[in-house]
């Protein structure tokens, strides 16, 4: 064997050898790679019991095309932006890059009854200005490994504000605003949470998506029986919209059982027929029928759907189609 | 007095001697271009699905991701293409280069046995296609799977893909090479083998099916595809999956009776060197 083969074979069985190798560390250890969809950082500030998760990049959906259509059209803040800003001093439009909210059980761990949530944003903060700004409206301060702590002074669900590190802040009750900065410094996560983060790996890269337990959303709304005893049996669902010009959305829902599923399936198709019926007369109407696509197997329900931007432009009022 | 050496012994002379040849020489270029085509696609791919998500094919509404993916790939590309090319391009010629080279002379006036030079010949093709093929199995692997999936979850399936393949490169090589030893035109043998009659005879029930290669690949391949509605799809194809145990019995057994009867072939035939 001369030195080329001898080479040659090395170089096989090295690429051979360091493939199986890295495999088997993950398999057993469960090294996490750099490609797999593991969701965003700010995942591991969220409790392991959260039912609900949800992820928006401000950034790049306040960069769309689609807000800006919409921000042409209404070109004044929106009342909840504007009290936000006046109260923390986050610009939610320039200043916040990422935001990630969570929904956490009661401490008896109904899940039916969710009690407090936390909304993690990451961005260019002014914290000397907006800690000033928290101050200025009475808020308590306190020190809490490090971090400064400010708790809205007539909160009654001890609403507070804390910045875990620069550019990080986590807004929410004083418990789990707590609790995440605990996580910042090393406890265990929502990354823990298996079913939580299959569906978080499951979501196609969407710039807009919420996972969760469905009952723990319904409970949060606060329906009236009659409208609880009417929904479908779902249990998990997951959500992703991908936000530029137009919209992409994937909805998936996991239900009881097969016969749900089965069940909830010709619903759906029920419903986009008799919508299909209506639409003869609106053809931006039809387009977005068109659009919908229902899936799923077993008992999954999956529906995606497109609104492109020249579908929006027609399903706006007048009054939000730019440059009228 | 000089001892003549032992199969084993002429068989890894055979195999050193023969494996700088067969890698270096014009048909391992045919070889490493067929092996870089999966990883060049899966690279496409694993850049279609960074660039753009919703690229990925959807199979009742389930998309596929990478562990489902590499196994379509492991099954169509390799286990049903790759392999049996090699196999058949590789196994034909361990002794018809010689005798088209007119080296075979050499080989056979030496005080060795004939059967080992065409075991070490098929142990150099084995070694020379598996470091070939192997590697970019893995390489397909890493591009691919972290797309939706886990390495560490389908981990389990490459190793047993790597020994399917394997299997796959010794039982076709066995095969060919008696066909190379024996028959008169192997390489048109071995195509009508690998494009028409195991294609052909797969999609039909029966019992014809156990004389083809593929039949015991594919009992030990289900193991390693992901129990996914879409790859049912395609797995339905195949009616009739033999047991792994049935399976690899087989595969063992084309292999050893493969390298036998060529070997048998080698001592005994006389090769006529054209003038």
């Not at chain 2, 590309?77 to 058949?88: N, S």
Request: proline content about 6%.
């Amino acid at each position: 064997m001369n030195r080329k083969t001898r080479y040659f074979v090395i170089a096989s069985l090295l690429v051979l050898g360091i493939g199986v190798a890295v495999g088997f560390v993950a398999y057993y250890v469960g090294v996490p790679t750099a490609f797999a969809q593991q969701g965003p950082d700010e995942l591991q500030l969220v409790p392991g019991n959260a039912v609900v998760v949800a992820y928006a990049s401000v950034h790049e959906v306040m960069a769309s095309n689609l807000r800006e259509r919409v921000r042409q059209a209404l070109p004044e803040l929106p009342n909840g932006q504007r009290e936000f800003e006046d109260a923390t001093g986050i610009n939610i439009e320039h200043d916040v890059d990422r935001v990630v909210a969570a929904l956490v059980p009661a401490d008896d761990g109904r899940v039916d009854v969710p009690r407090s949530g936390l909304l993690i944003a990451t961005g260019r903060f002014d914290q000397v200005k907006i800690e000033s700004l928290m101050r200025e409206h009475g808020a308590t301060e306190e020190t809490y490994r490090g971090r400064r702590m400010f708790a809205a002074p007539d909160s009654g669900a001890g609403l507070s504000v804390a910045f875990v590190e620069p550019g990080l802040v986590a807004v929410g009750s004083t418990t789990l605003v707590k609790s995440a900065i605990d996580r910042k410094d090393g406890a265990a996560s929502i990354r823990t949470n298996d079913d939580i983060m299959t569906l978080v790996r499951s979501l196609d890269r969407g710039n807009v998506w919420a996972v969760g337990r469905f009952d723990a959303l319904t409970a949060q709304a606060k329906l009236p029986p009659n409208v609880t005893n009417q929904l479908p049996p779902v249990t998990w669902f997951a959500v992703s919209a991908h936000i530029n010009g137009g919209l992409l959305g994937d909805i998936r829902m996991q239900t009881r059982d097969e016969t749900s599923a089965n069940q909830f399936r010709d619903v759906i198709r029920g419903i986009i027929a008799m919508a299909n019926m209506q639409a003869d007369g609106h053809p931006e109407l039809a387009t977005v029928l068109r659009s919908i696509q229902l899936n799923g197997s077993g008992t999954t329900v999956a529906v995606s759907f497109e609104l492109p931007a020249e579908t929006i432009d027609l399903l706006a009022p007048r009054r939000l189609q730019p440059g009228r | 007095m000089i001892r003549k050496p032992t199969l084993i012994a002429t068989a890894v002379r055979i195999f050193e001697l023969s494996l700088g040849q067969m890698l270096w020489s014009r048909r391992s270029v045919f070889l490493a271009l067929v092996a870089a085509v999966p990883v060049a696609l899966a690279g496409l791919i694993r850049f279609a699905a960074f660039a753009e998500p919703r690229a990925l094919p959807q199979i009742n509404g389930e998309r596929l991701d990478g562990a489902v993916l590499f196994g379509l790939m492991i099954w169509l590309l390799y286990v049903r293409f790759i392999v049996p090319v090699l196999g058949m391009f590789y196994g034909t010629s361990l002794i018809a280069d010689e005798v088209d080279d007119k080296t075979i002379t050499y080989l056979f006036v030496r005080p060795i046995p004939r059967g080992a030079v065409l075991v070490g010949k098929y142990l150099a093709y084995f070694v020379c296609t598996a470091l070939l093929i192997l590697p970019s199995v893995v390489l397909v692997y890493f591009l691919l799977v972290p797309i939706g999936s886990s390495i560490g979850r389908s981990f389990p399936s490459l190793v047993v893909d790597l020994g399917v393949l394997a299997a796959g490169i010794a039982s076709y090589g066995g095969l060919f090479a008696w066909v190379g030893a024996r028959l008169k035109r192997p390489l048109v043998i071995g195509l009508v083998f690998v494009f028409g009659w195991e294609p052909g005879v797969l999609l039909f029930p029966g019992y014809l099916k156990r004389a083809t290669i593929a039949y015991y690949l594919q009992g030990l391949v289900p193991h390693t595809m992901p129990q996914e509605s879409g790859v049912n799809i395609l797995l339905q194809v195949f009616q009739e999956i033999p047991a792994v145990p049935l399976s690899l019995a087989a595969l063992a057994g084309i292999t050893l009776a493969g390298v036998w009867l060529a070997a048998r072939a080698a001592e005994t035939r006389e090769y006529v060197l054209d003038q």
